[in-house]
């Protein structure tokens, strides 16, 4: 599995999403948009060195990034609270899978979710509509790893 992670403001969200990943088994982060990169020691405060080990590239252009990966065929999966997208436990695991996740509280522009071939969400039972981004990537991680 590999993940997007567009236009993150937090630096400590961004090392949440590398630890994330190395919990389980990503094999490449794609930092796109404003989002920051290592090494920065906000990054590395929660990443707890798996900013070390997870390899990572940086992206100005995410639609091009989209385009590329959906070109060597691999599935991109934009991820959302949008309850109007498939639910996260309708859709099968895929290990192969590429994430998306973009920032709080805009999310990811209609162009974004309009190149993926998949749009998720995650259910909410309570009040709130939508999970701190790095707590929905470990969601969505273990959804889309579980066997």
Do not use: C
């Not at 959302?80 to 997208?85: A, G, K, N, V």
Request: charged share 25%.
């Amino acid at each position: 599995m590999k993940i997007i992670v567009h236009n993150i403001r937090s630096l400590y969200n961004v090392g949440a999403f590398f630890r994330n990943s190395d919990a389980f088994g990503v094999s490449h982060i794609y930092l796109s948009g404003y989002t920051a990169t290592p090494p920065r020691p906000e990054i590395a405060k929660t990443a707890l060195g798996a900013d070390q080990t997870i390899p990572w590239s940086k992206h100005e252009d995410v639609i091009e990034l989209i385009k590329e990966l959906k070109s060597k065929g691999e599935r991109v999966i934009a991820f959302e609270s949008d309850p109007s997208f498939d639910k996260l436990d309708s859709i099968p695991p895929d290990n192969d899978a590429v994430l998306i996740f973009g920032n709080e509280p805009d999310g990811l522009p209609k162009d974004i979710l309009d190149k993926a071939s998949d749009r998720v969400y995650i259910p909410m039972a309570g009040e709130k509509t939508s999970l701190n981004v790095s707590v929905a990537s470990g969601v969505a991680l273990y959804a889309m790893s579980r066997e």
